[in-house]
């Protein structure tokens, strides 16, 4: 029975031994932040990807509205999954084209002016919010640039459709995402 357990852990051994030997030493994930957006409005721009091969990766893209909602009109949260292809000459670099599904939620905030004509009694407006959470789909392209450290670099542009309910303010159900960010390959 011993002889059996010690020629079964030698060849687990001898095994995870051969597959660290095949294994690709590339890095697999990336983690990136705009800080333009952080900077220029009170907005998350943050965004993980984990690459499958020298051409592709998938990955999730958040932004995040930062800013006090009762001040403002308008309360945002997107979460974009996406799958990108890459055309460059390194690892997961270079331009790249993506597709995306932008899920978004918005939060409205809006008077309702309650008048009737034949009375003479004033009605005060009511303050309304509502939140509507759309899904659409949507396109992309851009670079990325890697550093011998591993520091990338990503400039890129997305516009999508959603499809749901129409905003208070807008009829048009158009929705996009950017990236001019900074990040690490890990």
Known sequence: MKKIIIL???????ISTVNAQESNTERKNDIM???IELIAAPLLNISYERLLSA????????MFYLGNSNNDDYGLTQISPYYRMYFGKKYAGGFFVEGFVPI???KDSYYDYNFD???TVYTPPTYNEKTRTTIGIGVGFGGKWISRNNIIFEAS???????????????????GKGML???YRF
Do not use: E, M, Q
């Open 117 to 119: 004509p034949y009375s």
């Open 104 to 106: 978004t939620s918005t």
């Open 8 to 14: 079964l852990g030698i060849t687990c051994v001898g």
């Open 157 to 175: 542009v997305g516009i999508g459709r959603r499809f749901g309910n129409k905003s208070y303010y807008d009829d048009a159900n158009i929705t």
């Open 33 to 35: 932040l705009s800080p």
């Open 55 to 62: 051409n592709s990766g998938v990955g999730i893209n958040g």
């Open 181 to 183: 960010g900074i990040g």
